[in-house]
């Protein structure tokens, strides 16, 4: 079945610099690339998505770029700041019911 | 309204207890979906519903029921649970089956099974 793998587990980066978290899927068949964060303590909360049909997107200080040939998608996020700091999760939906998650990677931003 | 709402926040429950877990939205969202999340780990899909109609079951073990009485509640009736079952448990609902639209999460109900 399809399986989203996800890297790093953990990222720490100083206030201000870049973070880049790395994604591949299995199924050549996923249109929908969501990306979701989790604080401690709360609920995944869509960041951004991209749709199979484009090869990046951008909203402020969020990207995501996708590479259908390889089946890579990643998550940038430049200028961090300490409330960057949670769990973000990539997964991938052949646009029907299923979404599958990443396992997640653990962003500390210190400052 | 773009929030779902999911009753009770926390749950302490026996092996031998029945209870309910209950996920509200309000968006016209027709299709709504129960996840199991442990700690570290990401969302793991249980159900489906789509158009109040059951269209995933993720191999659940059957002491998991979920019901969908109308197309803005879902529920999840738990009976004769085990310990391992002890979790964080999402509901989240999209616009419709099909549609490459963002899910929305529930804050999640934290069940221990004592």
């Known amino acids: 079945g399809e399986n989203v793998e996800q890297h790093p587990s953990t990222l720490s980066v100083q206030e201000g610099d870049s973070a880049v978290i790395k994604c591949t899927y299995s199924d050549s068949a996923s249109n929908y690339f969501p990306w979701y964060k989790q604080e401690l303590g709360k609920r995944p909360q869509l960041i951004i998505d991209i749709r199979s049909n484009v090869g990046e997107k951008k909203d402020q200080r969020i990207a995501v770029t996708l590479n259908k040939t390889a089946k890579h998608f990643s998550l940038h996020i430049t200028e961090t700041q300490p409330e960057d700091s949670a769990v973000y999760f990539c997964?991938?939906?052949?646009?029907?019911?299923?979404?599958?998650f990443g396992a997640g990677t653990r962003l500390f931003v210190k400052a | 309204d773009t929030e779902v709402t999911q009753t009770p926040k926390h749950l302490v429950m026996g092996m031998t207890n029945k209870k309910s877990l209950k996920c509200e939205q309000h968006m016209g969202h027709r299709a709504m979906y129960w996840y199991k999340q442990k700690a570290k780990k990401p969302p793991e899909l249980m159900f489906v519903y789509s158009y109040e109609k059951l269209s995933i079951n993720e191999s659940v073990p059957s002491r998991f029921s979920p019901e969908c009485p109308n197309s803005s509640l879902l529920n999840l009736h738990l009976h004769a649970l085990q310990p391992e079952d002890s979790a964080l448990y999402l509901c989240?609902?999209?616009?419709?089956?099909?549609?490459?639209?963002?899910?929305?999460f529930g804050p999640g109900t934290r069940l221990t099974v004592t």
């Open positions: 997964a991938a939906s052949t646009g029907g019911f299923k979404t599958i």
């Open positions: 989240a609902s999209s616009q419709a089956p099909g549609l490459l639209a963002e899910q929305y």
